[in-house]
Structure formats: structure tokens, C-alpha cells
T-cell receptor
């Protein structure tokens, strides 16, 4: 069965601090995709990153970085030098190759609050 | 259009009534998805269309829920005999192709409240 767990329900940090959002997933497939989405107060889910199961290279995009470790089934997301605009709910998600094309299973989300 | 458009943005209905939620995907996107998001939870998959046909409706909770996409563009999610438990934000997403792992673009959702 596929499952995504985001154990951190809420995180609050002061602006400019670094923060890491944890994501642990479960799947029986060897071929899958992992995603991170951001949901600001407006409600629209914004795509951040997609990573396939064969690519364990970590990725950095500006202040954002992602650490994918298959050995621990984790796909953690770090924001460096956080800003107030980073405040949102962040979702980690999984799509298995054996499921219907593009069917995505989401975690329950982590609400991130950046205090000025 | 520029993005996925969902109407109405808010809908309040009485228990037992019928509602329709509309999704206008990004022009040219062949794949369309409906998700439901309850308060404090992540989106839950409902149904996926490839063109006009429902390729996977395994997430529809029961037969009160139905969705159509007659011309392969706009989709309507229909809920009959609404119940208070149906209250949630209903999200629509589209992607250029139905290929596995393709990035999906989400609308802002319709907040449905059943009173």
C-alpha cells in the first residue's frame, strides 16, 4: 500500500532561520515519483519539485533543497534563510508507476509559519 | 486559459440537495483530475479523466458522486443528496498529458459547505 507521512503538523520559525520539513513514504513499487507542493492561503497547490525513484541526487533550487534517501524512504525539504513569504502548508506526495497515470497520493501536510 | 479555473469558489447547500462543481482546465491539457481536501488534510484523489473518459474513478467515495467531461475539456463534478460529511474543498487539476509523473496544475478549489 502506498502512504505518505508528514509527522510535523506545524512548524514555526523566525525569519532567516533554516527549516527542514520531513517526509517519509511507503510503497511496494520500485518505480515511483515523489513530489513537493506548496499551498499558500489562497488555496492553490503550487508544484515545487518532482523526483523519480531512480534519481537519488539531492537538488538545490535557490533557497530550496531536497534530500532523497531511498534507504530510509525519506524525501525531506529544506528552506534556507526562510522568509515570511514561505509561510504556507507544504505537501509531500507519491505517485506509483502501477497506479493510474499521474494519480498522486498526498501526505497530510506541514503548516509552516515564518515569523518576522 | 492561463490556469485551471474552478467555479463557484464557494458553495453553501442544504443537506440532501444536489450540487455541481465546474472545472475549466488549462487549454490543451488532456488529463484532468478531481481531488477532495478536508480541513487539515492533504488532497484525496477522486477521479481522473483522460480525454472524455474516466480512466480511474476508484477514489469516488460512493455512488452519490459522479463526474463528466463530455468534450474532453470542461469537467463537472456532481454530488447528489449531499451530506454534511461532503463538506470540503474540491480541487481540480490538469496536466498536458496523462503520462505518469507529469506535473499537474491545480485550481484554487471550490469550498463546499453542506448545512
Amino acid at each position: 500500500a502506498q502512504k505518505v507521512t508528514q509527522a510535523q503538523t506545524e512548524i514555526s520559525v523566525v525569519e532567516k532561520e533554516d527549516v527542514t520539513l520531513d517526509c517519509v513514504y511507503e510503497t511496494r513499487d520500485t518505480t515511483y515519483y515523489l513530489f513537493w507542493y506548496k499551498q499558500p492561503p489562497s488555496g492553490e497547490l503550487v508544484f515545487l519539485i518532482r523526483r523519480n525513484s531512480f534519481d537519488e541526487q539531492n537538488e538545490i533550487s535557490g533557497r530550496y533543497s531536497w534530500n532523497f534517501q531511498k534507504s530510509t524512504s525519506s524525501f525531506n525539504f529544506t528552506i534556507t534563510a526562510s522568509q515570511v513569504v514561505d509561510s504556507a502548508v507544504y505537501f509531500c506526495a507519491l505517485s506509483e508507476a502501477d497506479s493510474s497515470a499521474s494519480k498522486i497520493i498526498f501526505g497530510s501536510g506541514t503548516r509552516l509559519s515564518i515569523r518576522p | 486559459g492561463a490556469g485551471v479555473s474552478q467555479t463557484p469558489s464557494n458553495k453553501v447547500t442544504e443537506k440532501g440537495k444536489y450540487v455541481e462543481l465546474r472545472c475549466d482546465p488549462i487549454s490543451g491539457h488532456t488529463a484532468l483530475y478531481w481531488y477532495r481536501q478536508s480541513l487539515g488534510q492533504g488532497p484525496e484523489f477522486l477521479i481522473y479523466f483522460q480525454g472524455t473518459g474516466a480512466a480511474d474513478d476508484s477514489g469516488l467515495p460512493n455512488d452519490r458522486f459522479f463526474a463528466v467531461r463530455p468534450e474532453g475539456s470542461v469537467s463537472t463534478l456532481k454530488i447528489q443528496r449531499t451530506e454534511r460529511g461532503d463538506s470540503a474543498v474540491y480541487l481540480c487539476a490538469s496536466s498536458l498529458t496523462p503520462s505518469w509523473g507529469t506535473e499537474a496544475f491545480f485550481g484554487q478549489g471550490t469550498r463546499l459547505t453542506v448545512v
